[in-house]
């Protein structure tokens, strides 16, 4: 991408080498990728939605991610997580994230710990993607 993007990164099972990745820019293009395994997948897809505000001088997004159409099988009670940035200006790249990386954004061993989150798992480790226009989570 050669636009300003958001990427998001949560490894809900704490195994600090599989993780979701989550990526949107300016112009509301998404994309998102499972690694599991060692393995970088696309063909996968969340059915997540991202919403674009244009400000004069600024621009932000919200973000909506369905837990229903994670794999939270094996989920720890503490997530850990990364927010990064790439923004182009003056003709270069700058990247900045939440937690400290060097040299690239994809690096679940040093994620941030994300604690506190209270749901029922089992409401969301036995729904199948294609159930997921039915089911009332």
Do not use: C, M
Not at 3 to 9: K, L, Q, R, T, Y
Not at 27 to 43: A, C, E, P, V, Y
Request: hydrophobic fraction near 40%; proline fraction near 3%.
């Amino acid at each position: 991408w050669t636009d300003d993007d958001i990427e998001i990164f949560i490894d809900p099972w704490g195994k600090h080498q599989d993780y979701y990745q989550f990526a949107f820019n300016t112009l509301g293009t998404q994309s998102d990728l499972l690694k599991k395994g060692g393995i970088k997948t696309r063909f996968w897809s969340s059915f997540w939605q991202v919403k674009i505000y244009k400000g004069k001088k600024f621009w932000s997004a919200e973000v909506a991610i369905p837990f229903a159409s994670l794999d939270l099988t094996g989920a720890k009670k503490t997530w850990y997580f990364n927010l990064a940035r790439e923004r182009y200006a003056g003709g270069g790249s700058e990247l900045s994230t939440f937690a400290p990386l060097r040299g690239g954004f994809h690096q679940p061993s040093k994620f941030a710990a994300l604690t506190g989150l209270k749901f029922d798992q089992n409401l969301y480790t036995s729904v199948r993607l294609g159930e997921i226009g039915r089911a009332h989570v």
